[in-house]
């Protein structure tokens, strides 16, 4: 049952309602099972992150900060610190010691809650740079801390900090009510830090009114309930996983946290989901392990199970996803694969119980979709930004859903296609900004209140469509921002490298062109007494391409592990004006130069596979 109620009294409310019902579950490493945790339970642990919160002087409106991968924990401080007004700044788990430095500082924080080890030894590494930072939480009780550590201590401790006496729990929940009842929609709830073209992030208000009117809007079209089992894949801080856990929350449904994102698959066979939030690189890796399975399979049954897919992406294609009926012949075959093959398929991955899979941060591959559609699974393909509390479209399960659309807007959500086709937005799902970046706000966000996403697009029958991105900022196929002109920057300040394109967009990892200095490499080989027959042979020496490895690395140390250059090409020519491949005012025109070297970015990314697929 929806309750749209403001999130500082949402779990209490909900807690209410349900009471012993399963809220949240994980799993105990230790124990080997998953342990749930009753709406009472969640309720009564956001109460004590609320009591402990006050214990140590947290203002409305001010800062915490959370750098950990998915726990339960993450949802008792963030709600906990809703219940105070306080303010949310989630940190991606894989962040560098300099992103984290810098929305520390940027946000001012005084109260940083980790995960795990690889959260503290980041956190702490960077301790002296953060400079209003106050205390360090440590969520996991076996993270080691360093030695000489006085400064940190344990979730369990800072609890214990808000129980001290009777008289003082009263006061607390005093105040806890106070600042509740003073609690209004337009406060700000969180600042979600996202990827920049120069390097630095940027923080995006978000809003309670933001989140309502979010919720408001997807529950038309999101059909979540309170019989619904979810499973959190995405990283909390990941403004879809955000809201749209939120928005289960509000449902009453059940969220199993996933707690290491390399189990997903192992989570996903013991929880059973019914839903579960993904980027399209998820389902990619879905259908190439049933497509090895296929391969590996005897001649008969090979020929059944690809008759099977073939005959399910036929029929939703051409008739199920245009909601209209399948020629008798076609309809027969697929409703006997229906009760045969797809349901294997679907127990075997432990999507037996499945609803609905809402996918969203990258382009979807038709292939990719049709598969996923045919097997019997509604892969809920839709757009969205941070800026725009996520969802901006969707598909719907009453209506058709086009291969290639990203689905329809979500009511009272304006849309529109303005100059150069890009897409705008305005209604109350639109952040009023950018924290403390009054430029960067007024760049995107006009005097009409529109807010310029940068996507290109168009309408067609109700759907939204993306053409091209216009803003330089790419996106993997895991949904992760990328800003090449940072990483770039990077790389040409090392004396061995002239120019630098990175690859990322849709793309599994990050790569890049590299035009070395030819002068300074010739003298690198001749040092090492190094012989080659031109520049061709020169660039592809195994001894060259190591040295330059080594220095890429060494360049890239302070970047999350996402953005940083994974395989490289070095070439033999420069890109030139005279090629087209850079402007008059000598900038490197990207789409040029991946269309001319497009050849050899498809080997480096399949050579890069084939490596992958070699170690595992």
Not at 124 to 141: A, Q, T, W
Not at 156 to 165: M, N, Y
Not at 502 to 507: L, N, P, S
Not at 538 to 563: F, G, N, W
């Amino acid at each position: 049952m929806f309750n749209n109620a403001h999130l500082s009294v949402l779990i209490e409310e909900q807690a209410h309602r349900y009471g012993e019902k399963t809220a949240l579950s994980y799993r105990d490493y230790d124990r080997g099972k998953w342990m749930p945790i009753s709406w009472n339970k969640f309720a009564a642990s956001v109460k004590s992150v609320s009591r402990s919160l006050l214990s140590l002087g947290v203002e409305s409106e001010e800062r915490i900060a959370i750098f950990s991968q998915n726990k339960p924990e993450c949802l008792f401080t963030a709600f906990g610190a809703y219940g105070i007004r306080a303010v949310v700044t989630p940190f991606y788990p894989t962040s560098s010691g300099a992103q984290v430095t810098y929305m520390m500082n940027d946000a001012e924080v005084r109260y940083l809650f980790v995960g795990e080890q690889l959260q503290y030894d980041t956190a702490y590494s960077v301790l002296s740079l953060c400079k209003s930072l106050e205390r360090i939480i440590i969520f996991d009780p076996k993270v080691q801390k360093k030695e000489n550590d006085h400064f940190s201590i344990y979730f369990d401790e800072f609890i214990r900090q808000g129980e001290t006496d009777q008289a003082k729990q009263e006061s607390f929940d005093a105040e806890i009510a106070r600042r509740k009842s003073e609690a209004k929609f337009d406060d700000m709830a969180d600042i979600l830090y996202t990827s920049g073209t120069t390097g630095h992030s940027k923080g995006v208000i978000m809003t309670y009114t933001m989140y309502h009117a979010a919720f408001e809007g997807n529950d038309a079209s999101l059909p979540v309930t309170e019989e619904d089992v979810v499973l959190n894949f995405l990283p909390f801080t990941h403004v879809f996983e955000r809201g749209w856990s939120y928005l289960c929350l509000t449902e009453g449904a059940h969220l199993a946290i996933n707690l290491r994102p390399l189990d997903v698959q192992k989570s996903m066979q013991e929880v059973r989901p019914t839903c579960m939030a993904s980027v399209p690189r998820f389902w990619e890796k879905v259908y190439q392990g049933v497509q090895e399975k296929i391969a590996s399979s005897s001649p008969m049954q090979r020929k059944l199970m690809q008759n099977a897919l073939d005959t399910g992406m036929r029929y939703w294609e051409n008739y199920g996803s245009k909601r209209i009926p399948a020629p008798t012949v076609l309809a027969l075959k697929y409703k006997f694969y229906d009760k045969t093959i797809y349901p294997l398929l679907r127990k075997t991955l432990g999507l037996d119980r499945a609803n609905f899979f809402p996918t969203a941060g990258a382009a979807v591959s038709p292939e990719v979709e049709k598969f996923v559609h045919a097997v019997g699974i509604f892969m809920m393909v839709g757009y969205g930004l941070t800026e725009s509390t996520a969802t901006v479209s969707n598909d719907h399960m009453d209506k058709p859903c086009t291969l290639g659309s990203i689905g329809r807007p979500i009511p009272d959500l304006e849309v529109r296609i303005g100059d150069n086709n890009e897409i705008l937005l305005r209604g109350k799902t639109i952040t009023p900004g950018y924290y403390k970046k009054e430029t960067s706000t007024k760049a995107v966000i006009d005097e009409d209140g529109w807010f310029h996403t940068g996507d290109a697009g168009h309408f067609k029958d109700g759907e939204l469509y993306l053409t091209e991105r216009i803003k330089d900022l790419y996106k993997t196929s895991n949904g992760k921002y990328i800003a090449p002109q940072m990483i770039e920057s990077k790389m040409t300040i090392d004396r061995y490298m002239e120019q630098c394109v990175v690859i990322a967009d849709k793309r599994k990892f990050v790569t890049a062109l590299i035009v070395p200095n030819y002068p300074l490499l010739e003298t690198y080989a001749a040092s090492q007494g190094i012989q080659y027959a031109n520049r061709a042979d020169l660039c592809s020496h195994p001894q060259v391409v190591a040295m330059l490895k080594e220095r890429i690395d060494t360049l890239q140390q302070d970047l999350a592990a996402y953005e940083k250059v994974k395989y490289f090409k070095l070439l033999p020519e420069p890109f030139t004006m005279e090629n087209g491949e850079m402007t008059n005012t000598l900038k490197v025109k990207r789409n040029v130069v991946c269309q001319h070297y497009a050849a050899d970015i498809d080997k480096m990314y399949a050579d890069a596979e084939k490596k992958f697929a070699e170690k595992s």
